[in-house]
């Protein structure tokens, strides 16, 4: 059974950072890609950032430059680095893992079977 745990969201003031880590457990497979979601009040979830197993990575344009995915294979656990976050970053911040597709494109719920509970991410001016 594939498990996924979020953690490190908390309220922040705008300008601040936060480290987002999502632990996946029970993947079978050495092989797989990591996204991250948000879902803001009164929005639909949107794609963030994906890895894959050998660190090739893709961002939404929201959050290229700011954002950084990144993961530890060895400890099963993908990371969101936040920075220069802004009050349209609020959001509950969801992970989500299963096996990479091959065309490689900003990350897309469709693509994803596995699915943590989500960390809340509150940024105020």
């Known amino acids: 059974q594939v498990q996924l745990v979020e953690s490190g969201g908390e309220p922040v003031q705008s300008g601040g950072s936060l480290r987002l880590s999502c632990v996946v457990s029970g993947y079978t497979h050495s092989s797989y890609c990591i996204g991250w979601f948000r879902r803001a009040p009164g929005k639909e979830r949107e794609g963030v950032a994906k890895?894959?197993?050998?660190?090739?990575?893709s961002y939404a344009d929201s959050v290229k430059g700011r954002f950084t995915i990144s993961r530890d294979n060895a400890k099963n656990t993908a990371y969101l680095q936040m920075n220069s976050l802004k009050p349209e970053d609020t959001a509950m911040y969801y992970c989500?893992?299963?096996?990479?597709?091959?065309?490689?494109?900003?990350?897309?719920?469709?693509?994803?079977?596995?699915w943590g509970n989500g960390t809340q991410v509150t940024v105020s001016n």
């Open positions: 989500a893992a299963d096996a990479c597709r091959g065309a490689w494109f900003p990350p897309q719920e469709y693509e994803f079977r596995y």
């Open positions: 890895i894959d197993s050998d660190g090739r990575t």
